[in-house]
């Protein structure tokens, strides 16, 4: 069985300092990891995903996410926050082994960006 | 490219009123289609899900139902509202590979009263 916890259900940053935001898995095949940021009253929007082909992986608007297998970790990372940054994130892995797209999602992580 | 249209927006429906949401994928063939539910604090819950026309799984036991008359084309419905389907209703297409991503439309805000 897959799951995600996303450590903090909040987490506050002034602009300019490093943000990160912290997600574990579980999975019992490879896992495939997504971190997806929503804004107030949106849909999900994508950030980036790990499919295995490098575990640094590089996403829109400056985020990137390191897999670390030994930690079953997929922390999101940007170096230096911005306001525009503040939102709801939310990191997820595919669900079982069949290709039916499903996604297990952590319950999110509310960024707050101060001036 | 593909896009993802649902509506309404928002929706306030009184106790006992039928639903009735809709979703639409364009640009993309035979995706795999999805009912997400968000409620406040609780994360997403997936609520159906359709690998093709007229095939659909439910996820977890409730007042709705989902359809799927054409391929981009994906129904949410229920005949009478409980308070409790307040939330927040996302669609959401996909290729349906394991590496594949959600691609999400922009929600529908329902209010039961």
């Known amino acids: 069985a897959q799951s995600v916890t996303q450590l903090g259900s909040h987490v506050s940053v002034s602009e300019g300092a490093l943000v990160l935001l912290r997600c574990n898995y579980s999975?019992?095949?490879?896992?495939?990891l997504f971190w997806y940021v929503q804004y107030p009253n949106q849909g999900l929007q994508l950030l980036l995903k790990?499919?295995?082909?490098?575990?640094l992986v590089k996403g829109i608007n400056g985020f990137e996410a390191e897999f670390k297998k030994s930690e079953t970790s997929f922390h999101l990372t940007k170096p230096s926050a911005h306001m525009s940054d503040a939102a709801e994130y939310f990191c997820?892995?595919?669900?079982?082994?069949?290709?039916?797209?499903?996604?297990?999602f952590g319950q999110g992580t509310t960024l707050q960006v101060k001036p | 490219s593909q896009t993802i249209h649902q509506w309404p927006a928002t929706l306030v429906q009184p106790v006992g009123s039928p639903l009735s949401l809709e979703c639409t994928v364009e640009?993309?063939?035979?995706?795999?289609l999805y009912w997400y539910r968000q409620a406040a604090g609780r994360g997403l819950q997936l609520l159906f899900y359709?690998?093709?026309?007229?095939?659909i799984s439910s996820e977890v036991p409730q007042n709705l139902s989902a359809s799927r008359p054409q391929d981009r084309q994906f129904i949410l419905s229920s005949k009478k509202l409980l308070l409790s389907d307040s939330g927040f209703y996302l669609c959401?297409?996909?290729?349906?590979?394991?590496?594949?991503?959600?691609?999400f439309g922009n929600g529908t805000r329902l209010t039961v009263t």
């Open positions: 959401a297409w996909s290729m349906g590979q394991r590496n594949s991503p959600l691609h």
């Open positions: 999975s019992s095949v490879p896992p495939y």
């Open positions: 790990y499919t295995s082909a490098a575990t």
């Open positions: 997820a892995v595919t669900k079982g082994s069949s290709n039916t797209g499903k996604l297990i």
């Open positions: 640009g993309t063939s035979n995706p795999n």
């Open positions: 359709s690998v093709g026309i007229g095939q």
